[in-house]
């Protein structure tokens, strides 16, 4: 063994399955199944790459029990048909080949659609939330049916009949989503449950639906389907879950399942979600505290889950005795080798999740799942394996950036000869700036892991220091130039842009510009904020003017968290705003009513975005008959945009 991981690489029994490590993949949305819910060659790819990656458990998220009660998710599985069968056993056959253990998230979705709106079809009566809502979206109330018995007992059948197909097709275990405020949390929680039946009131009556559930599914599968389930510890909110009852509702149930998944929080609530699943403003390991609650208390193994990265810290969890099984969704996506990396002693080959949210942003709107860093999930079929190039090349790379330290990576990992030039004195390009905030720790590992891959990659050359010429390019003679020369700020043609106490972002969040304690920032886009918000945990006074609308505009394009974590630290935002002017003394500004204010100021950013260096790039048109521009030079964007465009472009070569 490469490295002292003994806890996490034991193996654990679950009921009657022996589990050759710790490492489960959380459930997570895929969005890779057809229309109406069957497998294709991208689910059994995907889930075949993360097996062979090494995790323990293979965990199929959000897969809906049938298509008619439970409407959680488009391109997801349908378990309520019987042809699901066959390619579900396709899958079971691809992830048991590698000594992983296949499991799949049951769930009925209940009130709760992705889109936050309140979902139709039964469910528990209308609650508090969802007149919030209604409210808050400037929508009408929607009236909400209690579920008859009879419903009641069509969904029971409904769950066990699912769990049935998953055990012909090959499965030994299953997941039972009984948190987030889906249809069984929803039973369970005193927020959302306001029956009077036997199915409401007392915790043993709102327990009573997730029993009936459990007990019908042991009743047609026996004991050798393994029984995961998923609940929220605390939902979170006024009137909900908390860990006391919950710890309850888990001892009436801890003979019939075999292992207790613990999670927290609960969906429709914006507020809410990012404690769920938690953004790069958020700690680590959020929700291990409430899993040693538990693991006290129960005697069935118990799941952790929540911004757990790396292995090192998922050994440290079971050494502690906090947790016996430790879930991970993104950072087995971000790097599905993850497990075997460690294993062998290669963690710092380990891609690290940035936590931006690329993932979970794409799935809840429907598209199938990828990840900025890793460019190539949920296109397994064609590049779970990089072919080595039919004819090697020289490639010539300019500019070291994410772009093109990507793209430099995969022409080498092909095979081609690659020189790669960066003026500055070292790799990284706009992302150096981007990475140098406290709050951007996540992105800052991404961008350590992508200059080491960079600079020890074989075929690969590095000259930093050195500005890519025509001369010197062709004195490479090269086959192939990639040109990736970024982007350049923006910056205004105001009066007073370039007096002192005036500092670009980039140069605040890499630590180069001094700051003061009065601070307004001008340019209320992403960057803008973050910067904000980290000036503002650093005990600046800090106002963002942007002339956007900031309800409309702005804040619903913010990574998720930002714009609540902006008001925890009371910045102050000043919306469809435009900046006139600069003084000694601080800004002029002109509202939307034309009225003028002046904002004191020690400091002032300037946060307005970027430019593609066109003219830069134009430079190397003609040098040779095949030159490729990549990132930021062609469109300004993201991480995922300039990681994605190097790497499309350099495995075609």
């Known amino acids: 063994?490469?490295?002292d991981l003994k806890h996490v690489l034991s193996p654990i029994r679950i009921g009657r399955l022996?589990?050759?490590?710790?490492?489960?993949?959380?459930?997570?949305?895929?969005?890779l199944a057809t229309h109406d819910g069957y497998v294709t060659r991208e689910t059994v790819a995907y889930f075949k790459n993360i097996a062979k990656g090494g995790a323990g458990i293979v965990t199929m998220g959000e897969t809906p029990i049938d298509r008619k009660s439970a409407p959680a998710h488009e391109y997801s599985l349908n378990l309520g048909d019987d042809k699901i069968i066959h390619g579900l056993s396709d899958v079971v056959e691809a992830v048991h080949r590698y000594g992983a253990v296949l499991s799949v998230e049951l769930n009925h979705s209940g009130r709760i659609k992705l889109n936050g709106d309140v979902a139709i079809g039964p469910s528990p009566i209308p609650t508090e939330l969802e007149e919030e809502l209604a409210i808050a979206e400037g929508r009408p109330k929607r009236p909400v049916m209690e579920m008859t018995l009879d419903m009641i007992a069509e969904i029971i059948d409904t769950f066990a009949s699912a769990a049935v197909r998953c055990q012909k097709a090959g499965m030994e275990m299953i997941l039972l989503h009984g948190g987030h405020g889906h249809l069984i949390g929803s039973?369970?929680?005193?927020?959302?449950?306001?029956?009077?039946?036997?199915y409401g009131g007392s915790l043993e009556n709102r327990a009573k639906f997730a029993i009936e559930v459990i007990d019908e599914i042991r009743r047609r599968c026996g004991r050798k389907l393994a029984i995961e389930m998923r609940i929220s510890a605390n939902e979170l909110i006024p009137g909900g879950l908390t860990e006391d009852e919950t710890i309850r509702f888990v001892r009436m149930i801890e003979d019939k399942i075999d292992l207790i998944h613990v999670s927290a929080g609960l969906l429709g609530n914006n507020r809410i979600?990012?404690?769920?699943?938690?953004?790069?403003y958020w700690p680590h390991c959020y929700h291990v505290h409430r899993a040693a609650m538990f693991?006290?208390?129960?005697?069935?193994?118990?799941?952790?889950?929540?911004?757990?990265l790396d292995m090192e810290t998922a050994d440290r969890i079971i050494a502690e005795g906090k947790a016996d099984i430790v879930a991970m969704a993104r950072a087995i996506l971000a790097d599905p080798e993850i497990v075997n990396k460690a294993k062998r002693g290669r963690t710092e080959d380990i891609r690290p999740c940035m936590r931006c949210f690329a993932c979970n942003k794409r799935t809840r709107h429907f598209y199938p799942i990828r990840c900025a860093g890793n460019p190539v999930l949920g296109r397994e079929p064609?590049?779970?394996?990089?072919?080595?190039?039919?004819?090697?090349?020289?490639?010539v790379i300019v500019g070291g950036g994410p772009a093109g330290m990507q793209a430099a990576q995969t022409a080498a990992q092909r095979g081609h000869t690659v020189v790669l030039f960066e003026k500055a004195p070292a790799l990284g390009g706009n992302l150096v700036y981007a990475a140098g905030l406290a709050i951007k720790a996540d992105l800052k590992r991404f961008l350590d892991y992508m200059v080491r891959q960079t600079l020890k990659a074989e075929n690969l050359t590095v000259k930093l220091n050195t500005e890519a010429t025509a001369a010197r390019v062709l004195a490479e003679n090269p086959d192939e130039l990639i040109v990736a020369v970024g982007a350049d700020p923006i910056l205004p043609s105001v009066p007073g842009a370039d007096k002192a106490h005036v500092a670009w972002v980039g140069d605040i969040?890499?630590?180069?510009?001094?700051v003061g304690q009065n601070v307004v920032i001008v340019g209320g886009g992403s960057t803008g904020a973050e910067t904000a918000l980290q000036l503002a945990i650093d005990g600046k006074n800090v106002t963002l003017t942007d002339m956007l609308d900031y309800e409309k505009q702005l804040a619903p394009e913010y990574p998720r968290g930002l714009a609540f974590k902006l008001e925890e630290y009371g910045v102050r935002i000043l919306d469809q705003t435009k900046l006139e002017e600069i003084d000694d003394a601080g800004v002029l500004v002109i509202d939307k009513a034309w009225n003028r204010h002046r904002l004191p100021a020690d400091t002032v950013v300037l946060s307005l975005g970027f430019k593609p260096r066109r003219d830069a790039a134009a430079r190397f048109n003609d040098i040779v008959p095949d030159v490729r521009f990549v990132g930021d030079c062609v469109r300004v964007g993201d991480v995922y945009g300039a990681?994605?465009?190097?790497?499309?472009?350099?495995v075609d070569l």
């Open 1 to 3: 063994m490469g490295t």
């Open 18 to 31: 022996e589990i050759k490590n710790r490492i489960e993949l959380a459930p997570a949305c895929f969005m």
């Open 187 to 198: 039973f369970l929680s005193p927020y959302s449950n306001h029956r009077t039946d036997s």
């Open 273 to 280: 979600v990012p404690e769920m699943i938690q953004p790069t």
């Open 295 to 308: 693991k006290k208390e129960l005697k069935i193994p118990v799941t952790t889950v929540g911004s757990i």
């Open 382 to 395: 064609d590049y779970a394996e990089i072919r080595p190039a039919p004819k090697r090349k020289k490639v």
């Open 509 to 514: 969040d890499a630590g180069g510009a001094r």
């Open 643 to 650: 990681i994605h465009s190097g790497f499309d472009t350099a």
